[in-house]
């Protein structure tokens, strides 16, 4: 079975902190998301790496940022956070197009912004 | 770019009805099609997804979905729902050589009573 992990369920930040959300994967997958799930919203797709140390932006870049050193791993940074940043936020992995375009889903990471 | 519209924002049934829940896209080109579930507490996870061929695609759990090019649809079926489906269903579009970027409706809430 596919496995992404995602390294906190909760976090609880304050604005203008800098916040780190990690996302591993067991499957060697080179595509990596981060997206956000907000009601009424769907998921809205922040930024996408197909290999390490590419990235993409994806709808909604703005006021975050991202790390693929690994090709397991694909951090979300938040530089300084404000509280519109408070949100679910899921990452997901997927092979190469070719082999199929299913992407694996973590659990996600729920983030209040006070 | 493409886009993806699910009319249906909360739908509450009983046991044992019919579910018909709808998706349109918005995208001139070839599109692979998901419909993603999120079960309460669960991982987003794929139900079923349409690459080419048969227009009709059979998913886990008795769901199907039917691709109608036409109509730029790709509807949700199920004939007969259990309290367990319980759930938010999301459809996606894909287009060729977006490396499988998705692009995700604002989702459906189901609800199933006994």
């Known amino acids: 079975d596919v496995k992404v992990t995602q390294s906190s369920r909760y976090l609880v930040k304050r604005t203008g902190e800098k916040v780190f959300l990690e996302c591993v994967q067991d499957?060697?997958?080179?595509?990596m998301f981060w997206y956000r799930q907000d009601p009424g919203l769907g998921l809205r797709l922040i930024y996408f790496s197909y290999d390490v140390k590419m990235k993409e932006k994806g709808d909604i870049p703005e006021g975050y940022s991202v790390s693929r050193e690994k090709k397991e791993r694909f951090s979300l940074i938040l530089e300084s956070a404000s509280t519109n940043q408070t949100s679910m936020y899921l990452c997901a992995s997927s092979p190469p197009t070719w082999m199929g375009e299913t992407q694996y889903f973590g659990p996600g990471t729920r983030l209040l912004v006070l | 770019a493409q886009s993806v519209s699910q009319h249906n924002h909360h739908v509450i049934l009983s046991e044992a009805a019919s579910l018909e829940l709808g998706c349109n896209y918005s995208?001139?080109?070839?599109?692979?099609l998901f419909w993603y579930v999120q079960y309460p507490g669960q991982h987003l996870q794929l139900l079923l997804k349409y690459f080419s061929g048969d227009p009709l695609v059979k998913g886990i759990k008795g769901f199907e979905a039917e691709f109608i090019k036409s109509k730029f649809s790709f509807n949700l079926r199920k004939p007969s729902v259990q309290w367990s489906d319980t759930a938010e269903y999301f459809c996606?579009?894909?287009?060729?050589?977006?490396?499988?970027?998705?692009?995700f409706g604002t989702g459906t809430r189901l609800q199933v009573t006994l």
């Open positions: 996606a579009v894909s287009t060729t050589g977006t490396a499988s970027k998705l692009t």
């Open positions: 995208y001139g080109g070839t599109v692979n």
């Open positions: 499957m060697d997958h080179e595509n």
